[in-house]
């Protein structure tokens, strides 16, 4: 017998569109098209490291790519990606890279919308056959949706992350809350509970941090 579960196409429309329809008297007839493409793609993480700073303490710093058809590209991630690119290049600019400590790893991943696919695949990767690579990793800071137009700066709540990693993360934490406060900006903390690309480097014990909207 197949252990294949039986599926079946489902449609459905908006809760509004539900109430005009329940409020006609007479009978009504509903024509309903869709276009679908299934199949197997390809997706890519883009990653690039510092010429300089100690290569036996990495910090990552990341931001996903993709995006879904529902929602602001420019926003989610277009935004964190945007960022995340002029972090590297203002790091060259101001010399910065010049007394650095640590070796920086910009990262922007692939399939961040379909399950972290991305930085799944680069921790898991690591864990698996680089562990000493993955050892190197001192914490990751992660961007996602920084451009939304809601006057909300959001903080990612180290101080409620697992026990392993919880100190970094709230000095993580502590650091943005600082940068903000100097330049009397007001911020929020906001859940740190893994549905972003921080989420595979704290499940293995890597701290991290980072800021949304």
Request: charged residues 15%; contains cysteine.
């Given at each position: 017998a197949s252990s294949v579960t039986p599926r079946a196409p489902v449609f459905f429309a908006s809760f509004l569109t539900g109430l005009n329809l329940n409020s006609q008297v007479d009978p009504v007839t509903v024509f309903v098209s869709t276009w679908n493409q299934g199949g197997l793609?390809?997706?890519?993480?883009?990653?690039?490291?510092?010429?300089?700073?100690?290569?036996?303490?990495?910090?990552?710093?990341?931001?996903?790519?993709?995006s879904v058809p529902a929602g602001a590209g420019i926003n989610d991630n277009g935004s964190g990606s945007s960022l995340n690119l002029e972090l590297a290049i203002q790091l060259y600019k101001s010399g910065l890279i010049n007394s650095i400590e640590s070796h920086v790893r910009?990262?922007?991943?692939g399939g961040e919308e379909l399950g972290l696919l991305g930085s799944a695949h680069y921790v898991a990767d690591l864990v698996a056959n680089y562990p000493e690579e993955k050892a190197k990793i001192v914490l990751n800071l992660n961007f996602d949706m920084v451009g939304s137009p809601n006057f909300f700066r959001g903080i990612y709540n180290g101080t409620s992350g697992p026990s392993d990693i919880v100190n970094?993360?709230?000095?993580?934490?502590?650091?943005?809350?600082?940068s903000f406060n100097t330049r009397n900006l007001k911020w929020e903390l906001t859940s740190f509970d893994g549905p972003s690309d921080y989420g595979p480097f704290i499940s293995k014990g890597i701290p991290a941090g980072g800021l949304t909207t």
């Amino acid at each position: 017998a197949s252990s294949v579960t039986p599926r079946a196409p489902v449609f459905f429309a908006s809760f509004l569109t539900g109430l005009n329809l329940n409020s006609q008297v007479d009978p009504v007839t509903v024509f309903v098209s869709t276009w679908n493409q299934g199949g197997l793609v390809t997706t890519f993480n883009v990653i690039a490291d510092t010429a300089r700073g100690n290569p036996d303490s990495v910090i990552v710093v990341g931001s996903h790519l993709d995006s879904v058809p529902a929602g602001a590209g420019i926003n989610d991630n277009g935004s964190g990606s945007s960022l995340n690119l002029e972090l590297a290049i203002q790091l060259y600019k101001s010399g910065l890279i010049n007394s650095i400590e640590s070796h920086v790893r910009f990262c922007w991943w692939g399939g961040e919308e379909l399950g972290l696919l991305g930085s799944a695949h680069y921790v898991a990767d690591l864990v698996a056959n680089y562990p000493e690579e993955k050892a190197k990793i001192v914490l990751n800071l992660n961007f996602d949706m920084v451009g939304s137009p809601n006057f909300f700066r959001g903080i990612y709540n180290g101080t409620s992350g697992p026990s392993d990693i919880v100190n970094g993360s709230a000095a993580i934490q502590y650091l943005f809350e600082d940068s903000f406060n100097t330049r009397n900006l007001k911020w929020e903390l906001t859940s740190f509970d893994g549905p972003s690309d921080y989420g595979p480097f704290i499940s293995k014990g890597i701290p991290a941090g980072g800021l949304t909207t």
